[in-house]
């Protein structure tokens, strides 16, 4: 349903930009985000965007991330500039329908299968 692509191994310093597309809603989905989730650690929110384009970042990535859309093609990115070790992680995709979803993933219902980014030093 979520179909995650665009991770891989960097340098710190470097840029990747994640795209997430969906395949199965052709509707606008409410709200569409980034988690990250590392080994022994909580799934995080990273980015999150609105159908009105409302964006909200995580402090650790104000700055370096940029998350946009498609609503028409129901298609989120998530351009990474400015990597950091920190940042290596699995990073998924999510839909919500519920208002004021932003980083709050448990009311994110659908999920990608998650794309590795690693950031080495």
């Known amino acids: 349903q979520l179909v995650e692509s665009g991770g891989g191994s960097v340098q710190a310093g470097g840029s990747l930009r994640l795209s997430c597309a969906s395949t199965r809603w052709t509707g606008n989905i409410y709200c569409m985000a980034w988690f990250r989730q590392s080994p022994g650690k909580e799934r995080e929110g990273v980015a999150s965007i609105d159908s009105k384009g409302t964006t909200t970042y995580v402090d650790s990535v104000k700055g370096r991330f940029t998350i946009s859309r498609d609503g028409a093609k129901n298609t989120v990115d998530l351009q990474m500039n400015s990597l950091k070790p920190e940042d290596t992680a699995m990073y998924y995709c999510?839909?919500?329908?519920?208002?004021?979803?932003?980083?709050?993933?448990?009311?994110?219902?659908?999920w990608g299968q998650g794309t590795q980014v690693t950031v080495s030093s």
């Open positions: 999510a839909a919500s329908w519920l208002y004021g979803s932003r980083l709050n993933r448990n009311k994110y219902r659908y």
